[in-house]
Nanobody
Framework: QVQLVESGGGLVQPGGSLTLSCEAS????????MGWYRQAPGKRRDMVAT???????NYENSVKGRFTISRDNAKNTVSLQMNNLNPEDTAVYYC??????????????WGQGTQVTVSS
């Protein structure tokens, strides 16, 4: 089994910054893609940013230039630096990992979610 533990959410004023972090642990051989998704009330869960194990990134259009994703493959961690936040960024943010385990079984895993609220 694989566990993803997130941290770093909270309340921030418009224009402010937050950093989300996520650590994966458990039965892990390699993590192909790690990333962040978010879900606002009444909306579907959407991709925010992803980063593959070889360094390819993908960002949702509205966060390009404001958010930066990074990861430490040795530590199985991924972070999301969020700058110039606006109220539309308010959502529950979920960490995601595409994991190949030591039994050669591949699967998708999610964290429990962390709330980000942007409000004055």
């Amino acid at each position: 089994q694989v566990q993803l533990v997130e941290s770093g959410g909270g309340l921030v004023q418009p224009g402010g910054s937050l950093t989300l972090s996520c650590e994966a642990s458990g039965n892990i051989y390699v993590i192909y893609t790690m990333g962040w998704y978010r879900q606002a009330p009444g909306k579907r869960r959407d991709m925010v940013a992803t980063l593959t194990h070889v360094g390819s990134t993908n960002y949702e259009n509205s966060v390009k230039g404001r958010f930066t994703i990074s990861r430490d493959n040795a530590k199985n961690t991924v972070s999301l630096q969020m700058n110039n936040l606006n109220p539309e960024d308010t959502a529950v943010y979920y960490c995601y990992a595409d994991v190949l385990n030591n039994w050669s079984i591949r699967g998708d895993y999610w964290g429990q979610g962390t709330q980000v609220t942007v409000s004055s």
